[in-house]
Nanobody, 126 residues
Framework: QVRLVESGGGLVQPGGSLTLSCVTPGGTFTDYAMGWFRQTPGKEREFVAAISRVGITFDYSDSTKGRFTISRDNAKSTLYLQMNSLVPEVTAVYYC???????????????????WGQGTQVTVSS
């Protein structure tokens, strides 16, 4: 069982930035491709971004492309999501997820992921 712990959420004004982090205490971070998802009340959890084990290949949802950046530091066993130019519409609980897969692969479907964190709230409001 892999435990994922997100941090970095909070309240930010429109136009601001936040960086989310996700660590895997006790796990082998480099065994997993990683993803970020978000969810608002009454809606399904939706894909935000994903990155392969080696960090070379990655992808974004259409709504986050150009404003969000996913990255990972395998030496620090940490996944990041840099979010810029934030708008109220991105307010949600953000989850990181992990799946054991080959080096350059990643997934956009939440059904592919094996492990999930508890989530961190991001609120964009003035």
């Amino acid at each position: 069982q892999v435990r994922l712990v997100e941090s970095g959420g909070g309240l930010v004004q429109p136009g601001g930035s936040l960086t989310l982090s996700c660590v895997t205490p006790g796990g082998t971070f480099t065994d997993y491709a990683m993803g970020w998802f978000r969810q608002t009340p009454g809606k399904e959890r939706e894909f935000v971004a994903a990155i392969s084990r080696v960090g070379i290949t990655f992808d974004y949802s259409d709504s986050t492309k150009g404003r969000f950046t996913i990255s990972r530091d395998n030496a620090k066993s940490t996944l990041y999501l840099q979010m810029n130019s934030l708008v109220p519409e991105v307010t949600a609980v953000y989850y990181c997820a992990a799946v054991s897969v080959g080096g350059f692969a990643y997934y956009k479907s939440r059904s592919e992921y094996e492990y999930w964190g508890q989530g961190t709230q991001v609120t964009v409001s003035s």
